[in-house]
């Protein structure tokens, strides 16, 4: 039995839905333990490209439980349409459950986010105004609804007047329109009547899955650098993707957790705002943003892009205590003749930071200090074992290793699944 955590290593988008994917055709249980529809994760294999903002990537496999976590805020308009794509391709979703303990996203979650964001002027954030910062505010609040209310019509009513007499009073405060309660508990009621059957306590599920030694993946969302607590704040998402609290989203013991994979790029990209000191703003940039196709699974927004970042990778790699790393798009820099890895920041006072990640402030006047390799100049895109990868692959795949501290367990050269192969 294992239990094993994948969680981005850097900036988000680095493929965690492909990996979870991959991983899943030996497991019983994925769970998306934090987050919310305000990232993709892209899968392709037999169904086509698909991308799941809240439904765990292992849905594809029929006899892989699906739950979305206490961790979770659930966005449950944009969940139904999710599930509608699904079924129209085949997908069965017998086995999609939801947590009666996660957050209920509100469509006046949607509108502050819009409204908050727009009031910050040039001061923003960079939020896919999708309302998940809102939603996990009123969670810390304690003025959240949760996914099990919607099973307790009296209960949720009252809720549900009491959050608006604040919610209402912000957005008028911000220029909006206020919202109808009574409206907005009749869509209340429609959610009930379509997913009232998904909705369960699903401790007793990871109790019996843990006691049948089964395996659990947990799924996490975004990626380290974006943390509440750990990333680049206030440039961050609302909840924590780092792999300690896939144990809290998910519902399990922390001595439960035995594997933490952390997913990384070949190079590096970010979306939104904030701190990046690899960001290149030269034609290997460009390239790398047009030959990665890097545009948000979510927004469509363009991602900044530069060359790998062991300071960042190596901060996270520890934070996560990660056990093995999984490099996507490796195939990416195959037409690059040259190649540079970012080793250190170089900070005003001289100093080079190699094994921290300075605070936001100082991120910003931070200077990366880099590493050049030789390119391969040939095609990754059908090699299937690690011997079959150029030599100058391989070393540079080798001093990631290095950099970063932790075994590589996968490469991935091309969105497929059999472009994916175990490194032993």
């Not at 392709?44 to 849905?59: A, E, R, W």
């Not at 996490?220 to 809290?248: C, E, F, H, K």
């Amino acid at each position: 039995m294992s239990v094993t955590a994948v969680v981005g290593a850097q900036w988000g988008d680095e493929g965690k839905g492909r990996i979870i994917d991959y991983l899943a055709q030996d497991v019983k249980w994925v769970f998306r333990f934090q987050g919310g529809d305000n990232a993709g994760h892209t899968v392709i294999n037999h169904y086509g490209k698909n991308v799941l903002h809240l439904v765990p990537s292992g849905i594809f496999y029929p006899g892989v439980n699906n739950v979305i976590g206490a961790g979770c805020v659930v966005n449950p308009q944009s969940l139904l349409e999710e599930m509608k794509k699904l079924t129209a391709i085949g997908v069965n979703l017998d086995k999609l459950w939801i947590s009666n303990r996660a957050q209920i996203l509100m469509p006046y979650h949607r509108l502050l986010d819009e409204l908050e964001e727009t009031d910050r002027g040039t001061d923003t954030i960079g939020t896919t105004k999708r309302g998940v910062g809102p939603a996990y505010a009123d969670k810390a609040g304690r003025s959240g609804l949760r996914m099990g209310d919607l099973l307790h019509p009296e209960w949720l009513e009252g809720r549900l007047d009491s959050a608006l007499r604040n919610v209402n009073r912000k957005i008028e405060l911000l220029g909006g329109k206020p919202v109808d309660g009574n409206a907005l508990y009749a869509l209340c009621m429609d959610y009930r009547d379509q997913l009232a059957h998904r909705i369960v306590d699903t401790v007793p599920m990871v109790r019996q899955a843990l006691k049948a030694s089964e395996n659990i993946l947990l799924e996490g969302q975004l990626a380290v650098m974006r943390d509440l607590d750990w990333g680049i704040y206030p440039y961050v998402t609302s909840s924590n993707p780092s792999a300690a609290y896939a144990s809290v989203g998910a519902g399990l013991p922390a001595g439960a957790l035995s594997e933490v994979v952390g997913v990384v790029k070949a190079y590096s990209s970010c979306v939104g705002d904030g701190p990046f000191p690899v960001e290149l703003h030269d034609a290997d940039g460009t390239k790398l943003r047009e030959i990665g196709q890097e545009f948000g699974a979510t927004t469509g927004r363009p991602r900044r892009c530069g060359w790998f970042d062991a300071v960042a990778v190596n901060y996270v790699a520890w934070l996560n205590g990660m056990t093995s790393l999984a490099i996507t798009k490796l195939d990416i820099l195959d037409q690059f003749e040259t190649l540079k890895i970012c080793t250190g920041y170089r900070m005003p006072n001289g100093e080079i930071v190699t094994d921290t990640m300075p605070d936001t402030p100082s991120l910003y006047e931070a200077q990366p200090v880099y590493e050049e390799w030789a390119g391969w100049n040939s095609s990754t895109e059908n090699c299937r074992h690690w011997d079959e990868l150029p030599k100058a692959a391989q070393a540079y795949i080798n001093r990631l290793r290095e950099l970063v501290g932790v075994k590589v367990g996968f490469v991935s050269v091309g969105p497929k699944r059999e472009q994916m192969f175990v490194v032993k």
